[in-house]
């Protein structure tokens, strides 16, 4: 099992080691050609240097630790229609950065994958939000595929949601329009307002399912447990890959510090509910989130990789993940 993060690399203090950086479409619109270039160039070549930092010391943390999420920002408003040409200009130049990412990541068996954002919805019913949806994806497919990845079935993973006035009818439409290399890396998450785990799971003949259990929880009520014939579903819709569950809690104060929150005890709108909170605080949940052993699960919770790491050593001492050190150790002593 791994654990991984979103996007930001925290040290000790809270602050980010690697930062990508980002910037506004009203800031690039009102400078010259020459200073728009200048700006989203340094960038991207900031963004691809720090992404590299940040799994070069990926690589020196245990095995189940390689795992993270990166920012969409890598290539700063690149789908916004001034800047596209642009990067069209000096992307190729930069081609090397990718690789050497892509090549890490392979060479330390660190699991990567992107997630567009709420405005990225291949199942809307307008026309030009499945246009904007599809060219986002696209891009996110150009990053991974830049690294190396796209060439076999779920080798790097981009998710996003199902949620739209289309529904899985238009999903299937608009991942028929996707590229081959991006059909292979999609994958559809369910969501806590839209779409229920059932209605996903229409989408599992075409992509995996990634299982946000939180998601689950806030819409249905339900804790949803490793042996639900839906889960064996989602599992099967990866193909023999391993599959990714997303796990988060409701924030510090809305529920419990232990033992199984009760939506209509706790009376909290499920508005509330969603949040996410700073660390895994509930031990209850913890051990829930665990048992599903054949997952890899995204932490999705405020503090990023300090609460994933507190998450795993507490996870060790349960015995509810195993201790990568202990397990040399008996292997050497077999070997002996």
Known sequence: MKLGFA???????????????ATTRKRFLSLSHDERNQLIYEITVTNLNNLYLTLEHLA????????MRIGSDLLPLYTVPEATPLFTEFLPELYPLFARCGELARAHHIRLSFHPGQYTVLASDNPDVVVR?????????LCACLMGYGKTFQDFKIN????????????????????????RMLTVENDEISCSLDDVLQAAPLCPVVLDIHHHWVKESEFIQPDDAR????????????????????????IP?????????????????????????????????LSFQD?????????????REQLYQWGITQKLIANPLAEATRESANVK
Request: glycine share 6%; charged share 25%.
């Open 160 to 183: 996003i949601h199902m949620n739209g006035k289309a529904g899985f009818d238009g999903f299937k439409r608009s991942f028929n329009q996707l590229s081959p290399e991006a059909r």
């Open 7 to 21: 996007c930001k690399y925290l040290n000790s203090d809270g602050k980010q080691f690697f930062p990508l950086r």
């Open 295 to 307: 997952f890899d699960i995204m932490c999705e919770v405020k503090m990023k990789n300090l609460a």
């Open 133 to 141: 949806a599809l060219e986002d994806v696209e891009y996110h497919t």
């Open 60 to 67: 020196t943390l245990p095995e189940p630790l390689r795992m």
């Open 231 to 254: 889960v064996a579903r989602v599992i099967d819709s990866w193909r023999g890959v391993r599959p990714v569950l997303h796990y988060s809690i409701s924030q510090e104060g809305m």
């Open 257 to 289: 510090q232990e033992g199984w929150p009760d939506q209509q005890q706790l009376g909290v709108s499920k508005s509330k509910l969603r949040a996410h909170s700073d660390y895994f605080f509930n031990p209850t949940l913890n051990t829930w989130a």
